[in-house]
Protein backbone atom coordinates (compact mmCIF):
# COMPACT_ATOMS: atom_id res chain seq x y z
CA UNK A 1 0.00 0.00 0.00
CA UNK A 2 1.46 3.39 -0.75
CA UNK A 3 1.67 5.85 2.06
CA UNK A 4 0.41 9.16 1.72
CA UNK A 5 3.59 11.58 1.98
CA UNK A 6 2.90 12.67 5.69
CA UNK A 7 2.77 9.19 6.71
CA UNK A 8 5.43 7.86 5.03
CA UNK A 9 7.96 10.62 6.47
CA UNK A 10 6.51 10.44 9.72
CA UNK A 11 7.40 6.38 9.61
CA UNK A 12 10.95 7.01 8.68
CA UNK A 13 11.84 9.76 10.38
CA UNK A 14 10.02 7.59 13.52
CA UNK A 15 12.35 4.75 13.04
CA UNK A 16 14.62 6.76 13.40
CA UNK A 17 14.79 8.58 16.16
CA UNK A 18 12.05 6.71 18.59
CA UNK A 19 12.85 3.74 21.02
CA UNK A 20 10.00 1.51 20.87
CA UNK A 21 9.56 3.01 24.77
CA UNK A 22 9.90 6.25 24.25
CA UNK A 23 6.87 7.65 24.98
CA UNK A 24 6.76 5.72 28.45
CA UNK A 25 9.90 7.30 29.18
CA UNK A 26 9.37 10.73 28.42
CA UNK A 27 9.80 13.15 31.15
CA UNK A 28 7.28 16.23 31.91
CA UNK A 29 8.83 19.21 30.78
CA UNK A 30 9.48 22.41 32.61
CA UNK A 31 7.81 25.89 32.32
CA UNK A 32 9.87 28.40 30.33
CA UNK A 33 11.16 31.01 32.36
CA UNK A 34 8.93 33.65 32.88
CA UNK A 35 6.52 32.28 30.27
CA UNK A 36 2.55 32.31 32.37
CA UNK A 37 -0.37 30.24 31.70
CA UNK A 38 -3.11 31.90 29.76
CA UNK A 39 -6.35 30.10 28.99
CA UNK A 40 -6.01 31.20 25.18
CA UNK A 41 -3.01 28.42 24.91
CA UNK A 42 -4.51 25.78 26.94
CA UNK A 43 -4.13 22.20 26.36
CA UNK A 44 -7.24 20.83 27.91
CA UNK A 45 -7.91 17.48 28.41
CA UNK A 46 -11.73 16.23 28.03
CA UNK A 47 -12.21 12.91 29.65
CA UNK A 48 -15.45 11.10 30.73
CA UNK A 49 -14.75 10.36 34.24
CA UNK A 50 -16.57 6.30 33.83
CA UNK A 51 -14.50 5.69 30.55
CA UNK A 52 -10.71 6.63 31.78
CA UNK A 53 -9.66 4.62 35.04
CA UNK A 54 -11.22 2.93 37.45
CA UNK A 55 -9.30 3.96 40.53
CA UNK A 56 -11.54 2.38 42.64
CA UNK A 57 -13.53 -0.87 41.87
CA UNK A 58 -15.68 -0.85 45.36
CA UNK A 59 -17.86 1.77 44.06
CA UNK A 60 -19.06 0.03 41.04
CA UNK A 61 -22.45 -1.16 40.46
CA UNK A 62 -23.57 2.43 42.69
CA UNK A 63 -27.79 2.52 43.61
CA UNK A 64 -27.69 -0.61 42.16
CA UNK A 65 -27.69 -0.22 38.64
CA UNK A 66 -28.06 -3.16 36.13
CA UNK A 67 -25.29 -4.24 34.26
CA UNK A 68 -28.09 -4.69 31.40
CA UNK A 69 -27.31 -0.98 28.96
CA UNK A 70 -26.70 -1.58 25.44
CA UNK A 71 -23.01 -1.97 24.20
CA UNK A 72 -21.43 1.40 25.64
CA UNK A 73 -24.49 2.49 27.31
CA UNK A 74 -23.38 1.86 30.91
CA UNK A 75 -21.09 2.88 33.80
CA UNK A 76 -18.06 0.62 33.25
CA UNK A 77 -15.92 1.41 36.58
CA UNK A 78 -14.19 5.22 36.20
CA UNK A 79 -14.06 7.26 38.76
CA UNK A 80 -12.39 10.25 40.07
CA UNK A 81 -9.96 8.24 42.10
CA UNK A 82 -8.41 7.09 38.84
CA UNK A 83 -8.03 10.70 37.03
CA UNK A 84 -5.74 11.79 40.15
CA UNK A 85 -3.63 8.25 39.94
CA UNK A 86 -2.67 9.39 36.47
CA UNK A 87 -2.19 12.79 37.42
CA UNK A 88 -0.17 11.49 40.18
CA UNK A 89 1.54 9.09 38.01
CA UNK A 90 2.44 12.23 35.48
CA UNK A 91 0.48 11.13 32.55
CA UNK A 92 -1.20 14.56 31.92
CA UNK A 93 2.13 16.27 32.70
CA UNK A 94 3.87 14.19 30.18
CA UNK A 95 1.52 15.07 27.59
CA UNK A 96 2.02 18.81 28.60
CA UNK A 97 -1.75 19.07 29.40
CA UNK A 98 -2.52 22.17 32.01
CA UNK A 99 -5.96 21.53 31.97
CA UNK A 100 -8.08 18.55 32.43
CA UNK A 101 -12.23 18.86 31.53
CA UNK A 102 -14.10 16.14 33.31
CA UNK A 103 -17.88 15.05 32.73
CA UNK A 104 -20.60 16.31 35.51
CA UNK A 105 -19.79 14.27 38.86
CA UNK A 106 -23.35 15.05 40.15
CA UNK A 107 -25.44 11.96 41.22
CA UNK A 108 -27.61 11.13 37.90
CA UNK A 109 -30.80 9.15 37.72
CA UNK A 110 -30.60 5.77 39.07
CA UNK A 111 -32.55 3.76 36.20
CA UNK A 112 -32.31 3.46 32.81
CA UNK A 113 -34.22 5.39 29.26
CA UNK A 114 -33.77 4.18 25.57
CA UNK A 115 -33.64 7.32 23.13
CA UNK A 116 -34.00 4.78 20.35
CA UNK A 117 -30.36 3.28 20.63
CA UNK A 118 -30.50 1.36 23.37
CA UNK A 119 -31.32 0.97 27.13
CA UNK A 120 -28.99 3.54 28.63
CA UNK A 121 -27.52 4.82 31.93
CA UNK A 122 -25.96 8.29 32.89
CA UNK A 123 -22.24 7.21 33.01
CA UNK A 124 -21.82 10.63 30.83
CA UNK A 125 -23.26 12.56 33.79
CA UNK A 126 -25.97 14.96 31.93
CA UNK A 127 -29.11 13.34 33.21
CA UNK A 128 -28.82 14.90 36.53
CA UNK A 129 -30.64 13.77 39.36
CA UNK A 130 -29.34 16.14 42.08
CA UNK A 131 -26.98 19.14 41.18
CA UNK A 132 -25.68 19.07 45.03
CA UNK A 133 -24.53 15.30 45.60
CA UNK A 134 -21.58 13.43 43.83
CA UNK A 135 -23.11 10.29 42.20
CA UNK A 136 -21.41 7.19 44.25
CA UNK A 137 -20.25 5.57 40.97
CA UNK A 138 -17.64 8.41 40.48
CA UNK A 139 -16.83 8.75 43.96
CA UNK A 140 -17.20 10.88 47.27
CA UNK A 141 -16.62 14.71 48.23
CA UNK A 142 -13.14 13.46 49.23
CA UNK A 143 -12.64 12.08 45.93
CA UNK A 144 -13.39 15.35 44.36
CA UNK A 145 -11.71 17.79 46.59
CA UNK A 146 -8.33 15.12 46.19
CA UNK A 147 -8.80 15.33 42.36
CA UNK A 148 -8.55 19.51 42.34
CA UNK A 149 -5.83 19.25 45.20
CA UNK A 150 -3.30 17.20 43.29
CA UNK A 151 -4.47 18.71 39.92
CA UNK A 152 -3.26 21.86 41.40
CA UNK A 153 -0.18 20.66 43.06
CA UNK A 154 1.27 19.40 39.86
CA UNK A 155 -0.05 22.78 37.71
CA UNK A 156 -3.30 21.55 36.41
CA UNK A 157 -6.49 23.46 36.18
CA UNK A 158 -10.06 21.37 36.42
CA UNK A 159 -12.79 22.16 34.26
CA UNK A 160 -16.28 21.00 35.82
CA UNK A 161 -19.10 20.75 33.23
CA UNK A 162 -22.36 22.23 33.84
CA UNK A 163 -25.82 21.73 32.72
CA UNK A 164 -28.22 24.61 33.34
CA UNK A 165 -30.57 23.35 30.54
CA UNK A 166 -32.24 20.29 31.57
CA UNK A 167 -32.71 17.55 34.41
CA UNK A 168 -32.48 13.86 33.96
CA UNK A 169 -34.62 11.61 32.03
CA UNK A 170 -37.74 10.33 33.74
CA UNK A 171 -37.69 6.77 35.18
CA UNK A 172 -39.42 4.68 37.27
CA UNK A 173 -37.08 5.24 40.22
CA UNK A 174 -36.46 9.13 38.45
CA UNK A 175 -40.21 10.56 38.63
CA UNK A 176 -40.25 13.96 36.80
CA UNK A 177 -39.59 17.66 38.59
CA UNK A 178 -43.20 19.36 39.18
CA UNK A 179 -44.65 21.48 36.15
CA UNK A 180 -43.17 24.93 37.90
CA UNK A 181 -39.69 23.63 37.47
CA UNK A 182 -39.40 21.79 33.62
CA UNK A 183 -41.37 21.13 30.12
CA UNK A 184 -41.88 18.39 28.93
CA UNK A 185 -42.79 19.22 25.56
CA UNK A 186 -43.02 20.31 22.92
CA UNK A 187 -39.80 19.35 21.41
CA UNK A 188 -37.48 21.29 19.65
CA UNK A 189 -37.64 21.93 16.29
CA UNK A 190 -34.16 24.60 15.53
CA UNK A 191 -36.29 27.42 13.71
CA UNK A 192 -35.35 29.97 15.90
CA UNK A 193 -34.79 31.32 19.24
CA UNK A 194 -38.07 30.24 20.69
CA UNK A 195 -37.60 26.64 19.28
CA UNK A 196 -34.45 25.86 20.58
CA UNK A 197 -35.00 27.35 24.28
CA UNK A 198 -38.48 26.91 24.92
CA UNK A 199 -38.51 22.98 24.65
CA UNK A 200 -37.35 19.83 25.20
CA UNK A 201 -33.53 18.90 23.37
CA UNK A 202 -35.01 15.66 22.83
CA UNK A 203 -37.93 13.12 24.08
CA UNK A 204 -38.26 12.30 27.30
CA UNK A 205 -35.50 15.21 28.70
CA UNK A 206 -37.37 17.31 31.06
CA UNK A 207 -36.25 20.98 29.94
CA UNK A 208 -35.67 23.33 33.09
CA UNK A 209 -37.65 26.54 32.46
CA UNK A 210 -34.74 28.86 32.88
CA UNK A 211 -36.59 31.60 31.27
CA UNK A 212 -39.09 32.01 34.26
CA UNK A 213 -38.41 34.57 37.15
CA UNK A 214 -41.17 33.13 38.85
CA UNK A 215 -40.66 31.74 42.74
CA UNK A 216 -41.05 27.98 42.82
CA UNK A 217 -40.12 25.61 45.94
CA UNK A 218 -37.59 22.81 45.80
CA UNK A 219 -38.89 19.84 44.01
CA UNK A 220 -40.46 17.29 46.76
CA UNK A 221 -37.65 14.58 45.60
CA UNK A 222 -35.31 17.10 46.60
CA UNK A 223 -37.08 17.34 49.59
CA UNK A 224 -37.48 13.33 50.96
CA UNK A 225 -33.85 12.97 49.34
CA UNK A 226 -32.20 15.43 51.64
CA UNK A 227 -34.49 14.55 54.68
CA UNK A 228 -33.44 11.01 54.48
CA UNK A 229 -29.50 12.06 54.19
CA UNK A 230 -29.75 14.32 56.78
CA UNK A 231 -28.52 17.82 55.16
CA UNK A 232 -32.68 19.06 54.23
CA UNK A 233 -32.09 21.96 57.54
CA UNK A 234 -28.43 22.69 55.93
CA UNK A 235 -29.33 23.09 52.28
CA UNK A 236 -32.39 25.33 53.75
CA UNK A 237 -30.08 27.43 55.23
CA UNK A 238 -27.45 27.70 52.78
CA UNK A 239 -30.25 28.89 50.12
CA UNK A 240 -31.74 31.06 51.97
CA UNK A 241 -28.67 32.59 52.87
CA UNK A 242 -27.73 33.03 49.28
CA UNK A 243 -31.51 34.66 48.12
CA UNK A 244 -31.21 37.04 50.85
CA UNK A 245 -27.39 38.03 49.91
CA UNK A 246 -28.18 38.07 46.14
CA UNK A 247 -31.63 39.39 46.16
CA UNK A 248 -32.42 36.51 43.05
CA UNK A 249 -36.21 35.43 43.15
CA UNK A 250 -36.46 31.83 43.56
CA UNK A 251 -36.55 30.70 39.87
CA UNK A 252 -35.31 27.38 39.08
CA UNK A 253 -32.42 29.05 37.13
CA UNK A 254 -31.27 30.98 40.51
CA UNK A 255 -31.15 27.57 42.41
CA UNK A 256 -28.98 25.92 39.66
CA UNK A 257 -26.73 29.02 39.48
CA UNK A 258 -26.31 28.48 43.70
CA UNK A 259 -25.33 24.55 43.26
CA UNK A 260 -23.40 25.24 40.41
CA UNK A 261 -20.83 27.65 42.30
CA UNK A 262 -21.22 25.44 45.10
CA UNK A 263 -18.75 23.59 43.66
CA UNK A 264 -15.92 26.11 42.66
CA UNK A 265 -16.61 27.56 46.40
CA UNK A 266 -16.22 24.07 48.29
CA UNK A 267 -13.10 22.71 45.86
CA UNK A 268 -11.58 25.23 43.76
CA UNK A 269 -12.57 24.17 40.23
CA UNK A 270 -11.01 26.52 37.92
CA UNK A 271 -13.86 26.87 35.27
CA UNK A 272 -16.75 25.61 33.57
CA UNK A 273 -17.31 24.05 30.57
CA UNK A 274 -20.96 24.93 29.75
CA UNK A 275 -23.47 22.40 28.17
CA UNK A 276 -26.04 22.91 25.72
CA UNK A 277 -25.46 26.64 25.80
CA UNK A 278 -27.43 27.56 22.60
CA UNK A 279 -30.88 25.52 24.24
CA UNK A 280 -31.01 28.62 27.10
CA UNK A 281 -31.49 32.13 26.84
CA UNK A 282 -27.72 33.63 26.72
CA UNK A 283 -28.19 36.18 30.01
CA UNK A 284 -28.56 33.01 32.03
CA UNK A 285 -24.16 32.28 31.50
CA UNK A 286 -23.73 35.89 32.59
CA UNK A 287 -25.76 35.01 35.64
CA UNK A 288 -23.77 31.92 36.31
CA UNK A 289 -20.56 33.59 35.52
CA UNK A 290 -21.03 36.18 38.23
CA UNK A 291 -21.66 33.84 41.04
CA UNK A 292 -19.05 31.68 40.36
CA UNK A 293 -16.48 33.90 39.38
CA UNK A 294 -17.45 35.23 43.12
CA UNK A 295 -17.06 31.58 44.87
CA UNK A 296 -13.62 31.60 42.94
CA UNK A 297 -12.39 34.35 44.67
CA UNK A 298 -13.85 33.28 48.04
CA UNK A 299 -12.06 30.32 47.36
CA UNK A 300 -9.02 31.20 46.82
CA UNK A 301 -8.67 33.48 49.66
CA UNK A 302 -9.44 30.22 51.87
CA UNK A 303 -6.92 28.52 49.95
CA UNK A 304 -3.87 30.13 49.58
CA UNK A 305 -1.36 27.66 49.12
CA UNK A 306 -3.32 25.74 46.95
CA UNK A 307 -4.68 28.02 44.16
CA UNK A 308 -2.73 28.33 40.98
CA UNK A 309 -2.01 31.70 39.99
CA UNK A 310 -4.45 34.67 39.98
CA UNK A 311 -6.71 34.16 36.74
CA UNK A 312 -10.25 34.91 36.87
CA UNK A 313 -12.60 32.20 36.73
CA UNK A 314 -13.31 31.00 33.20
CA UNK A 315 -15.60 29.59 30.99
CA UNK A 316 -16.06 27.58 27.85
CA UNK A 317 -19.03 27.45 26.08
CA UNK A 318 -20.66 24.55 24.01
CA UNK A 319 -23.09 26.17 21.18
CA UNK A 320 -23.74 23.18 18.68
CA UNK A 321 -22.31 23.85 15.30
CA UNK A 322 -20.55 27.22 16.43
CA UNK A 323 -18.00 27.67 14.22
CA UNK A 324 -15.02 30.34 14.89
CA UNK A 325 -15.52 32.10 12.03
CA UNK A 326 -18.92 32.80 13.52
CA UNK A 327 -17.34 35.06 16.17
CA UNK A 328 -19.50 36.95 18.22
CA UNK A 329 -22.83 36.59 16.62
CA UNK A 330 -24.28 32.94 16.30
CA UNK A 331 -27.24 32.45 14.03
CA UNK A 332 -30.24 30.66 15.90
CA UNK A 333 -32.40 31.15 12.42
CA UNK A 334 -35.39 33.20 11.93
CA UNK A 335 -33.23 36.26 12.30
CA UNK A 336 -32.38 35.68 15.69
CA UNK A 337 -28.73 35.67 16.61
CA UNK A 338 -26.90 35.56 20.34
CA UNK A 339 -23.45 36.86 21.03
CA UNK A 340 -22.58 34.44 23.87
CA UNK A 341 -18.78 36.41 24.74
CA UNK A 342 -20.72 39.04 25.92
CA UNK A 343 -22.84 36.99 28.42
CA UNK A 344 -20.17 35.73 30.23
CA UNK A 345 -17.89 33.17 28.30
CA UNK A 346 -14.19 33.82 27.58
CA UNK A 347 -14.27 31.05 24.89
CA UNK A 348 -16.30 29.03 22.51
CA UNK A 349 -16.08 25.08 21.41
CA UNK A 350 -15.11 25.86 17.43
CA UNK A 351 -17.13 22.97 16.07
CA UNK A 352 -15.50 23.39 12.69
CA UNK A 353 -11.94 22.79 13.41
CA UNK A 354 -12.56 19.15 12.13
CA UNK A 355 -13.56 19.96 8.71
CA UNK A 356 -11.08 23.01 8.65
CA UNK A 357 -8.95 20.18 9.29
CA UNK A 358 -9.08 18.75 6.13
CA UNK A 359 -7.18 22.01 4.49
CA UNK A 360 -3.26 22.84 4.04
CA UNK A 361 -1.24 23.85 7.36
CA UNK A 362 -0.92 27.47 6.19
CA UNK A 363 -4.63 27.99 5.42
CA UNK A 364 -5.68 26.92 8.78
CA UNK A 365 -3.18 28.48 11.00
CA UNK A 366 -3.31 31.77 9.01
CA UNK A 367 -7.54 32.04 8.85
CA UNK A 368 -7.46 31.26 12.22
CA UNK A 369 -4.91 33.67 13.53
CA UNK A 370 -6.54 36.08 11.35
CA UNK A 371 -9.89 36.16 13.32
CA UNK A 372 -8.69 35.55 16.55
CA UNK A 373 -6.47 38.82 16.55
CA UNK A 374 -9.29 40.53 14.77
CA UNK A 375 -13.22 40.11 15.88
CA UNK A 376 -12.42 38.00 18.20
CA UNK A 377 -9.54 40.02 20.06
CA UNK A 378 -9.69 39.18 23.99
CA UNK A 379 -11.66 35.90 23.45
CA UNK A 380 -10.90 32.78 22.05
CA UNK A 381 -11.57 29.10 21.11
CA UNK A 382 -11.02 25.71 22.00
CA UNK A 383 -10.43 23.43 18.57
CA UNK A 384 -11.10 20.04 18.27
CA UNK A 385 -11.19 17.41 16.18
CA UNK A 386 -12.78 14.15 18.12
CA UNK A 387 -15.27 14.63 21.16
CA UNK A 388 -18.49 12.44 22.85
CA UNK A 389 -21.53 13.46 20.47
CA UNK A 390 -19.56 14.52 16.60
CA UNK A 391 -20.25 11.42 15.08
CA UNK A 392 -18.24 13.45 11.91
CA UNK A 393 -14.49 13.51 14.14
CA UNK A 394 -11.45 14.26 11.92
CA UNK A 395 -9.60 11.18 11.54
CA UNK A 396 -12.60 8.57 12.20
CA UNK A 397 -10.07 5.46 11.75
CA UNK A 398 -7.21 6.61 13.40
CA UNK A 399 -5.12 6.89 9.95
CA UNK A 400 -3.38 10.50 10.40
CA UNK A 401 -2.80 10.45 14.14
CA UNK A 402 0.52 12.48 13.74
CA UNK A 403 -0.80 15.09 10.98
CA UNK A 404 -4.08 15.63 13.91
CA UNK A 405 -1.23 16.05 16.92
CA UNK A 406 0.28 18.88 14.35
CA UNK A 407 -2.89 20.60 13.31
CA UNK A 408 -5.09 20.29 16.75
CA UNK A 409 -1.86 21.27 18.74
CA UNK A 410 -0.09 23.92 16.25
CA UNK A 411 -3.16 26.18 15.79
CA UNK A 412 -3.72 29.64 16.91
CA UNK A 413 -5.89 29.18 20.32
CA UNK A 414 -6.86 26.45 22.82
CA UNK A 415 -6.66 22.78 22.66
CA UNK A 416 -8.96 20.58 23.62
CA UNK A 417 -7.77 17.07 23.94
CA UNK A 418 -10.17 13.96 23.56
CA UNK A 419 -9.21 11.19 25.93
CA UNK A 420 -7.36 8.74 23.41
CA UNK A 421 -6.95 11.24 20.89
CA UNK A 422 -3.11 10.92 21.90
CA UNK A 423 -3.22 7.01 22.05
CA UNK A 424 -5.64 6.32 18.76
CA UNK A 425 -8.07 5.13 20.61
CA UNK A 426 -10.55 3.59 18.42
CA UNK A 427 -13.97 5.60 17.48
CA UNK A 428 -15.75 3.22 15.92
CA UNK A 429 -16.82 0.16 17.80
CA UNK A 430 -18.72 -2.98 16.45
CA UNK A 431 -22.08 -3.19 17.91
CA UNK A 432 -22.31 0.14 19.23
CA UNK A 433 -25.21 2.74 18.29
CA UNK A 434 -24.93 6.64 17.76
CA UNK A 435 -22.49 8.51 20.07
CA UNK A 436 -21.89 5.20 22.03
CA UNK A 437 -19.22 4.32 19.67
CA UNK A 438 -17.28 7.49 20.63
CA UNK A 439 -16.83 6.48 24.20
CA UNK A 440 -15.04 3.61 24.86
CA UNK A 441 -12.79 2.77 27.80
CA UNK A 442 -9.55 4.14 27.64
CA UNK A 443 -6.97 2.07 25.70
CA UNK A 444 -4.51 1.58 28.55
CA UNK A 445 -3.57 -2.24 27.41
CA UNK A 446 -3.01 -0.67 23.91
CA UNK A 447 -0.87 1.61 25.17
CA UNK A 448 0.92 -0.55 27.24
CA UNK A 449 1.74 -3.26 24.58
CA UNK A 450 2.81 -0.53 22.04
CA UNK A 451 -0.34 -1.80 19.80
CA UNK A 452 -0.32 -1.82 16.02
CA UNK A 453 -2.54 1.10 14.69
CA UNK A 454 -2.39 0.97 11.05
CA UNK A 455 0.84 2.12 9.62
CA UNK A 456 1.70 3.28 13.24
CA UNK A 457 1.87 2.34 16.57
CA UNK A 458 0.15 3.70 19.58
CA UNK A 459 2.80 4.32 21.86
CA UNK A 460 4.81 6.12 19.28
CA UNK A 461 1.72 8.25 18.23
CA UNK A 462 1.37 9.06 22.24
CA UNK A 463 4.96 10.34 22.13
CA UNK A 464 4.53 12.24 19.19
CA UNK A 465 1.31 14.39 20.80
CA UNK A 466 3.85 14.66 23.92
CA UNK A 467 6.95 16.33 22.71
CA UNK A 468 4.56 18.94 20.92
CA UNK A 469 2.06 19.00 24.02
CA UNK A 470 5.31 19.52 26.22
CA UNK A 471 6.48 22.68 23.64
CA UNK A 472 3.09 24.00 23.44
CA UNK A 473 2.85 23.99 27.67
CA UNK A 474 5.68 25.85 27.86
CA UNK A 475 5.42 28.30 25.11
CA UNK A 476 2.29 30.65 25.68
CA UNK A 477 3.12 32.17 21.71
CA UNK A 478 2.08 28.92 20.30
CA UNK A 479 -1.63 29.03 20.91
CA UNK A 480 -2.22 32.63 21.84
CA UNK A 481 0.11 34.37 19.44
CA UNK A 482 0.29 35.42 16.03
CA UNK A 483 1.03 33.44 13.35
CA UNK A 484 2.94 34.44 10.19
CA UNK A 485 4.41 31.96 7.72
CA UNK A 486 8.49 31.99 7.16
CA UNK A 487 8.79 29.41 4.18
CA UNK A 488 6.96 27.32 1.97
CA UNK A 489 9.14 24.33 1.38
CA UNK A 490 9.71 23.29 4.32
CA UNK A 491 6.43 24.67 6.13
CA UNK A 492 7.82 26.90 8.44
CA UNK A 493 5.85 29.32 10.39
CA UNK A 494 6.63 31.60 13.51
CA UNK A 495 4.28 32.60 16.26
CA UNK A 496 5.04 35.81 18.47
CA UNK A 497 2.92 36.69 21.76
CA UNK A 498 3.27 39.48 23.93
CA UNK A 499 1.20 40.65 26.82
CA UNK A 500 2.05 42.13 30.18
CA UNK A 501 5.45 42.98 29.59
CA UNK A 502 5.98 39.21 28.81
CA UNK A 503 6.93 37.88 25.24
CA UNK A 504 7.43 34.81 23.86
CA UNK A 505 8.65 33.73 20.21
CA UNK A 506 9.11 30.21 18.70
CA UNK A 507 9.45 29.22 14.95
CA UNK A 508 7.82 25.42 13.73
CA UNK A 509 8.69 23.39 10.77
CA UNK A 510 6.68 20.76 9.75
CA UNK A 511 7.15 17.75 6.97
CA UNK A 512 10.86 17.41 7.19
CA UNK A 513 12.27 15.00 5.55
CA UNK A 514 13.35 11.88 7.43
CA UNK A 515 16.81 11.45 5.78
CA UNK A 516 18.66 14.26 6.46
CA UNK A 517 19.13 17.50 8.54
CA UNK A 518 17.80 20.95 6.67
CA UNK A 519 18.37 24.15 7.78
CA UNK A 520 15.60 26.04 9.03
CA UNK A 521 14.91 29.54 8.45
CA UNK A 522 14.71 31.52 11.52
CA UNK A 523 15.44 35.38 10.54
CA UNK A 524 13.48 38.16 11.95
CA UNK A 525 12.47 35.64 14.86
CA UNK A 526 16.51 34.41 16.21
CA UNK A 527 19.75 36.34 15.67
CA UNK A 528 22.98 35.07 14.31
CA UNK A 529 24.81 33.86 17.29
CA UNK A 530 21.85 32.80 19.53
CA UNK A 531 21.51 29.42 20.66
CA UNK A 532 18.19 27.88 20.38
CA UNK A 533 16.73 24.72 20.91
CA UNK A 534 14.45 22.41 19.18
CA UNK A 535 11.57 21.22 21.82
CA UNK A 536 11.39 17.93 19.37
CA UNK A 537 14.46 16.23 19.31
CA UNK A 538 16.40 18.13 21.88
CA UNK A 539 18.61 19.03 20.36
CA UNK A 540 20.70 23.03 20.27
CA UNK A 541 22.26 24.77 17.37
CA UNK A 542 23.25 28.25 17.12
CA UNK A 543 21.82 30.39 14.54
CA UNK A 544 23.74 31.02 11.09
CA UNK A 545 23.07 33.45 8.33
CA UNK A 546 19.24 33.26 9.57
CA UNK A 547 19.14 29.98 9.75
CA UNK A 548 19.79 26.50 11.98
CA UNK A 549 20.71 23.32 11.56
CA UNK A 550 19.78 20.57 14.33
CA UNK A 551 21.63 17.23 14.43
CA UNK A 552 18.89 15.52 13.83
CA UNK A 553 16.28 13.56 11.93
CA UNK A 554 12.94 14.35 13.15
CA UNK A 555 9.74 14.93 11.16
CA UNK A 556 9.32 18.46 13.00
CA UNK A 557 11.45 21.44 14.32
CA UNK A 558 10.13 23.19 17.75
CA UNK A 559 12.43 25.94 18.04
CA UNK A 560 12.59 27.93 20.78
CA UNK A 561 15.66 30.14 23.08
CA UNK A 562 14.31 28.11 26.17
Known amino acids: MKLPALAASMLLA ?62 MGGDLAGITAKIREGYF ?15 QIHGSTDEGTGK ?51 TEQDPVWPASWVRTGPKCTFKDAKTTQDCTLVDNLPD ?15 VAKWKKEGRYEREVKELDEFFKRTGYPRAPRFYLVKWHADWVRKYGFDGFRADTVKHTEASVWKE ?5 SLAFEDWKKANPSKRLGDQPFWMVSEVYNYSIRHGHKFDLGGGDTADYLVNGFDSMINFSMKSDATEGYEKLFSSYSKILHGDMKGYSVLNYLSSHDDGSPFDALRERPYESANKLLLAPGAAQIYYGDESARLLKIEGAVGDATLRS ?15 ARVAEVQDHWARLGRFRAAHPAVGAGVHQMIHHSPYTFKRTWQKDGVSDRVVVALDLPGDKAVAIPVSGVFNDGQTVRDWYSGKTAVVKGGKVQFDSRSPVALIAQD
Open 288 to 292: LKKEA
Open 93 to 107: QKLGVNAIWITPPVE
Open 208 to 222: ILTHSNAPVELPPQL
Open 120 to 170: SYGFHGYWAKDFTAVDAALGTEDDVRTLVDTAHANGIRVVLDVVMNHIGPV
Open 14 to 75: FGAVHAPLAAAQAPAAPQAAGKPFVWENATVYFLLTDRFNNGNPGNDGAYGRKQDAAKLRGF
Open 441 to 455: FMNWDELAANAQRGT
